[in-house]
Nanobody, 123 residues
Framework: QVQLVESGGGLVQAGGSLRLSCAASRDTFSSYAMGWFRRAPGKEREFVAATGRSGLGTLYADSVKGRFTISRDAWNTVYLQMNSLKAEDTAVYYC?????????????????WGQGTQVTVSS
């Protein structure tokens, strides 16, 4: 079992930046591919970004490409750097882990999910 805890959400003005963090409970963190998803009010959950095991690539939704960057450290944390934020980025952001090696946008492939952190972008 892997527990994931997100942090770093908050309120920011359009054009601003936030960095989300997701800490994993297991020391086998390097064995998991990690992803970020979001759910905006009244909308379905959507893929944001994913990273494979170290060195195995990253993947981004078209809507965030060039503005968001996913990264991971060697211990137990994955980050989502969000720049040039827009009102439409407002959502609850979820971190997820899967036992695959490569990044994937398919939510069904993720085995573990965090509780989410709220990001609100004011226009």
């Amino acid at each position: 079992q892997v527990q994931l805890v997100e942090s770093g959400g908050g309120l920011v003005q359009a054009g601003g930046s936030l960095r989300l963090s997701c800490a994993a409970s297991r020391d086998t963190f390097s064995s998991y591919a990690m992803g970020w998803f979001r759910r905006a009010p009244g909308k379905e959950r959507e893929f944001v970004a994913a990273t494979g095991r170290s060195g195995l690539g990253t993947l981004y939704a078209d809507s965030v490409k060039g503005r968001f960057t996913i990264s991971r450290d060697a211990w137990n944390t994955v980050y989502l750097q969000m720049n040039s934020l827009k009102a439409e980025d407002t959502a609850v952001y979820y971190c997820a882990a899967n036992t695959g090696a490569f990044p994937t946008s398919q939510a069904i492939r993720y085995n573990y999910w965090g509780q989410g952190t709220q990001v609100t972008v004011s226009s």
